[in-house]
């Protein structure tokens, strides 16, 4: 009888995910099974051209420097968005999650999600219009100022972290807020009556609490911002060539897919690897 009863509810679950998996299937690995097989063709297998298996796409990434470089400036980019993103969306979160209620946490929920209920090229050409010189920021600031200023932050390195901080701020914000708020009050209220500082607190009890959500918003935003393209190529013109640039270029401007696949793959690969080196040291700091 309770063999039945296993066996049902093993019926109910797999009937209840297969809709999701499914879809991962479709969506996710099918897409990814044919860039693989892509990645090892010497050109794309359309029209009339002539194509063979090859490694050479990969062998490529090796003989030229010039790809290295790119993906390690790649992933110094992610680690400036993560760590900028965690800086300003941790406080917002423990806000919301302590210190706010009612209906202003609504509001405020409102506004960190906005980004979400707007297209991402809007979003950029809006940073666009705020940071080029004469733009908003610079003339809201001479206004204000009784001393004139030139701001003008286009096509650099902070008006690309600023546009990629914006759009993947609430990440990190949701998944702390969520954490923090499973964080029982009681016991910020012990660790005060025990004589506990506001630093001690947050250094003993808040961050140890709340760091597995913390740590998943930051994998949440380091993973898309390394290959990201959309905001360095707008925001940083020429000094946002990236890796995720060249990936972009590949299909779009060049039309060497294979290459392009190869590339994206060597990328994937890279980002597990940094998060599989990093996954007992996230782990060792969570206990």
Same mark, same amino acid.
């Given at each position: 009888?309770?063999?039945?009863?296993?066996?049902?509810?093993?019926?109910?679950?797999?009937?209840l995910l297969s809709p999701a998996y499914l879809w991962l299937t479709v969506a996710i690995f099918l897409p990814l099974s044919a860039m693989f097989y892509f990645s090892f063709l010497s050109d794309v297998p359309f029209g009339q051209k002539e194509w063979f298996y090859s490694t050479e796409n990969y062998e490529a990434f090796f003989q030229?420097?010039?790809?290295?470089k790119l993906l390690w400036k790649s992933i110094k980019l992610g680690?400036?968005?993560?760590?900028?993103?965690?800086?300003?969306?941790?406080?917002?979160?423990?806000?919301l999650a302590k210190s706010i209620q009612g209906r202003s946490r609504e509001a405020l929920f409102l506004l960190v999600i906005l980004p979400f209920w707007s297209n991402s090229l809007v979003r950029?050409?809006?940073?666009? $219009?705020? #940071?080029?010189?004469?733009?908003?920021?610079?003339?809201?600031?001479?206004? %204000?100022l009784p001393f004139e200023v030139d701001v003008n932050l286009m096509f650099s390195t902070p008006a690309i972290v600023?546009?990629?901080?914006?759009?993947y701020l609430p990440y990190v914000i949701?998944?702390?807020?969520?954490?923090?708020?499973?964080i029982d009050d009681n016991l910020i209220d012990a660790a005060r009556s025990m004589g506990a500082n506001k630093l001690t607190i947050l250094w003993r009890i808040i961050l140890p609490l709340s760091l597995p959500g913390l740590l998943a918003g930051a994998v949440l935003i380091f993973v898309p911002v390394v290959g990201s393209f959309?905001?360095?190529?707008?925001?940083?013109?020429?000094?946002?060539?990236?890796?995720?640039?060249v990936i972009e270029d590949q299909f779009v401007a060049v039309f060497n897919w294979p290459l392009g696949a190869?590339?994206?793959? $060597?990328? #994937?690969?890279?980002?597990?690897?940094?998060?599989?080196?990093?996954?007992? %040291?996230?782990?060792?700091?969570?206990?």
């Open positions: 009888m309770s063999m039945t009863l296993a066996n049902q509810q093993r019926i109910k679950i797999f009937s030229t420097t010039t790809y290295a680690l400036m968005v993560t760590g900028c993103a965690v800086l300003v969306g941790f406080p917002c979160a423990y806000v950029i050409f809006s940073w666009a $219009i705020v #940071l080029r010189g004469n733009g908003v920021l610079e003339i809201a600031l001479n206004t %204000i600023i546009g990629l901080v914006h759009s949701l998944t702390s807020y969520l954490a923090l708020q499973a959309m905001e360095p190529r707008i925001l940083g013109g020429r000094v946002g060539t990236y890796f995720g640039t190869a590339l994206s793959f $060597i990328l #994937l690969a890279v980002v597990l690897i940094i998060l599989a080196v990093a996954s007992p %040291i996230l782990k060792r700091a969570q206990t």
